[in-house]
Each structure stands twice: as C-alpha cells, then as structure tokens.
C-alpha cells in the first residue's frame, strides 16, 4: 500500500511538470516567433504579389429583417486564411510543437470591414480573439459577431414573398495588388440555429467582385417568409366578409332592414381593414404589396353593394301606375328564364289552355273559331295569353327581384376572380423566385 502511494504521488508530480514544461515551450515558442514582428506591416508573399486570404461565412442564425426599416442582421463567422512567412519556425526545434494560439492584436490580420453595415464600419474581432498559427506559417483567423446591414425588401408578393439581403466585406486599406481574396466554395455553410419563427432561410451565395480596384466579398443570403399564419390574418377574413356582405341580396324589402344590414357590413368591413393593415407590410419600395391592392378593391366592392342594396329597395317600391321600359322588361325575362312566374301568368289564362272536346250538334253550324279534327270532334283555337299580355302583368317587384339576382351573380363573379387571381399571382411569383 506504501509504494502504491508513493507511485500515485510520483506520476501527478511527473504530471505537473509535464503540463508546466509545456506551457514554458508553448510560451518560449510565443516569444520567438513574435520577437521583432510588426503587426501593422502585411505579409510579403514568396514570388511576390499580393497576399492570398481565402475567405469563408458561416451562417448561425438570422436575427431579424425589418421591413419597414430596411434593417437586416444574421449572426455568423467570417473564417480567413492565408500565409505569413515571418511566423514559421521547425517543430523539430521547439519541443515538436506544430500550432500555436495567439491573440488577434499581436499578428497582422485584414482589416475586414462590413461596407453596408447599418450601424458602425469598425473592423471584424477584437485584440483578444484568438488566432491558430502553425509551423508552416498558416494563419486561421475566424472573427464572429452580429452583423446588421441595411437591406430594401421587395414585398409584392407578401404573403409569400422571398427576400434577398447581401453583406459586403471589403479588406479596407488595401487594394488587389496587396490583397487577394478568394473563395474555396460556392455556398456559405449554415448550422441548424438558422430557423427563424417568421424567415426560413433557402439558399446562400458566396462570391467575390472587385470594386474601386479592391475585392469585395459578398455574402448573399435569401430567405422565404412563413406566410401561413398571414393567410388565417390577412386573406380569409377579408374574402370571407366580402361573402357574408352579398347576403344582403337575400334579406327580403318587406323586412325593411336591409339597409340596415348593408350599412352595418360595409361599418364591419372599413373597421377590420385597419386592423389586417396593420399586418401588411408598411413599404413603398420597389412596389406596393398585391395584397394591398386587394384589400382597398374589397372595401370599394362593400361600398358597391351598399349602392346597390339602395337601388334595389328603390325599385321595389316604385308605383304599380309607373310605366316599365322595355328594357327592364326584357331584363327580368331574361333574368327568370327557366324560372315559372306566377305574377306574370294571371290564373284565368290557365282555363284557356285546355283543350275543350264535345259533339256539336248537327244544327250549329260552325264559326270560324271552331274546327273540327279526324274523329269528328269540335276543338276550339288557342286562347293561350300573347307575348304582350306576359310583358303587361311584369311588375316592379319582378323587376326587383331580377335585379337582386343580378347584383348576387355580379359581385360573387367579382370576388372570385379578384380572390383567385390575386392569390395565384402572390403565390406563383413566390415560386419564380425560388427557381432564380
């Protein structure tokens, strides 16, 4: 038990000298590779030329977009690589050593800048993010932070619309000829933290340009709205009180509230329009939403059917001694085709289109309105009502009636084709973007 303690005490001391001697290499490497460097002078290249700094973002989340302030912030890294000759040493002479942490302050990194930031253009990381280096001279640097830019949306296709927002990098200071950038890969990498409860992100892009004979890094993000709670908010109560509005076509003039009804709908209609307003986006720019027009063109057809309610009350209460034109005639036999008529067939007209069968006797001698068929019986002509005699017994009601018909047929045509192709535009312009 004896040695068995003594052994344990003598490996943790052996430990402890261990950690602590390479802490002493790892801090005697630091100073060797550092002594006499100057961190504000940027790397010479073998063969000369600019210093090459491969570039890639990775996406963590998408903060927020606001569509009214333009403002766009994501949460990501920026990695940077590239080679300073001045940091290499042999592992062979530093305790086998490869890599290296320092801080970002005491090595020459670029000067990254976020050129459409919204809100200061300081420099990516600070003085203590730490840097990995190794012995060949390779440099990782990976700053991260929020990054909030200024982005313009384009909601003409709200609820479904698919924004696009870039962030642009530029190595402030130093032009192409002093720094190169350069991307490995196409797209930027995303991890799972990306979702977002009102954006859900599709694709990202990563490319350089030259501006002003510098490099410019673009990060190019798009994303896609969750539009299916603005459907339940937005699209159905506005379609179906435009429905429940036709209902006043049904509410019989005898019942004498009819306009009451009218008036309190297109009341209902005007008070929930401020309210689904207020989930539109507030934005002019490049386009006014579709779905605004759409909700301004409902309220105009509530306003119709108001107009039209009145007119139609008006109608039914015309005097009987009032002449009908011919055209209002023609329009409610045309609006009642297919449909019997009692008001306009008077009930004696009925007994005048049987047919009357009798032996007439030989002494009568028959009229002219009498013939007789093949088996020798007497019938007399048809006695049924002329066309003039329909036309007379139309009255206002019938009138009123044809055009409450009508006003039902018009504005349900109306909402439907505003409905359906305003829903297929917001939506199929949506998936055209997707495929861009």
């Known amino acids: 038990?004896?040695?068995?303690?003594?052994?344990?005490?003598?490996?943790?001391?052996?430990?402890?000298?261990?950690?602590?001697?390479?802490?002493?290499?790892?801090?005697?490497?630091?100073?060797?590779?550092?002594?006499?460097?100057?961190?504000r002078i940027y790397p010479d290249v073998q063969g000369g030329g600019p210093v090459?700094?491969?570039?890639?973002?990775?996406?963590?989340?998408?903060k927020e977009f606001d569509v009214q302030m333009s403002r766009f912030s994501v949460s990501g890294f920026l990695t940077s690589s590239w080679k300073d000759e001045r940091l290499k040493w042999l592992p062979s002479d530093h305790y086998g050593i490869t890599s290296l942490h320092v801080y970002q302050g005491?090595?020459?990194?670029?000067?990254?800048?976020?050129?459409?930031?919204?809100?200061?253009?300081?420099?990516?990381?600070?003085?203590?993010?730490?840097?990995?280096?190794?012995?060949?001279?390779?440099?990782?640097?990976?700053p991260g932070e929020v990054f909030v830019t200024?982005?313009?949306?384009?909601?003409?296709?709200?609820?479904?619309?698919?924004?696009?927002?870039t962030m642009d990098f530029i190595p402030y200071g130093y032009n192409m000829d002093e720094v190169n950038l350069t991307t490995d890969v196409y797209l930027a990498s995303t991890d799972e933290p990306t979702l977002n409860t009102m954006w859900e992100v599709l694709h990202t892009k990563l490319y350089v340009t030259d501006k002003n004979h510098e490099h410019m890094l673009h990060v190019s993000i798009t994303f896609r709205r969750r539009g299916l709670i603005f459907v339940l908010l937005v699209i159905m109560p506005v379609v179906l009180m435009s429905l429940v509005n036709l209902a006043t076509f049904f509410i019989p003039v005898e019942e004498g509230n009819r306009i009451d009804f009218?008036?309190?709908?297109?009341?209902?209609?005007?008070?929930?329009?401020?309210?689904?307003?207020?989930?539109?986006?507030?934005?002019?720019?490049?386009q006014i939403s579709i779905m605004c027009y759409m909700v301004s063109i409902h309220v105009f057809i509530s306003m119709l059917v108001m107009v039209f309610a009145v007119k139609s009350v008006q109608i039914y209460h015309k005097p009987d001694t009032e002449a009908i034109s011919a055209t209002a005639k023609l329009f409610t036999k045309i609006m009642c085709k297919g449909r019997e008529k009692t008001t306009i067939v008077s009930p004696e007209f009925?007994?005048?289109?049987?047919?009357?069968?009798?032996?007439?006797?030989?002494?009568?001698?028959?009229?002219?309105a009498e013939e007789m068929n093949d088996d020798g019986k007497y019938t007399t002509k048809d006695d049924s009502p002329s066309r003039t005699d329909l036309d007379d017994n139309i009255t206002w009601r019938d009138v009123?009636?044809?055009?409450?018909?009508?006003?039902?047929?018009?504005?349900?045509?109306?909402?439907?084709?505003?409905?359906?192709?305003?829903?297929?535009?917001?939506?199929?312009?949506?998936?055209?973007?997707?495929?861009?």
């Not at 973002?57 to 998408?62: D, K, P, Q, V």
Request: proline fraction near 3%; charge should be negative.
């Open 262 to 286: 009218a008036t309190t709908m297109l009341l209902t209609i005007s008070v929930s329009m401020t309210v689904v307003g207020s989930y539109l986006p507030q934005s002019s720019l490049p």
């Open 1 to 39: 038990m004896r040695y068995y303690l003594l052994y344990l005490v003598t490996a943790m001391l052996a430990c402890v000298v261990c950690g602590t001697a390479n802490s002493s290499q790892r801090s005697a490497l630091h100073d060797s590779v550092l002594t006499g460097y100057n961190r």
């Open 52 to 62: 090459q700094i491969s570039v890639h973002f990775t996406l963590m989340a998408l």
């Open 350 to 368: 009925k007994e005048h289109n049987k047919v009357e069968e009798f032996e007439k006797p030989k002494w009568v001698t028959s009229s002219d």
């Open 106 to 142: 005491e090595i020459w990194t670029p000067c990254f800048v976020l050129w459409n930031s919204d809100e200061s253009l300081d420099k990516l990381g600070y003085n203590d993010a730490p840097v990995r280096i190794s012995s060949d001279g390779s440099v990782i640097w990976n």
């Open 400 to 436: 009123g009636s044809s055009f409450d018909r009508f006003s039902f047929l018009v504005f349900i045509l109306l909402i439907g084709i505003l409905d359906t192709v305003t829903v297929t535009i917001v939506a199929r312009g949506g998936d055209v973007k997707v495929l861009i």
């Open 150 to 165: 200024s982005c313009n949306a384009d909601v003409t296709y709200f609820p479904f619309d698919i924004q696009c927002c």
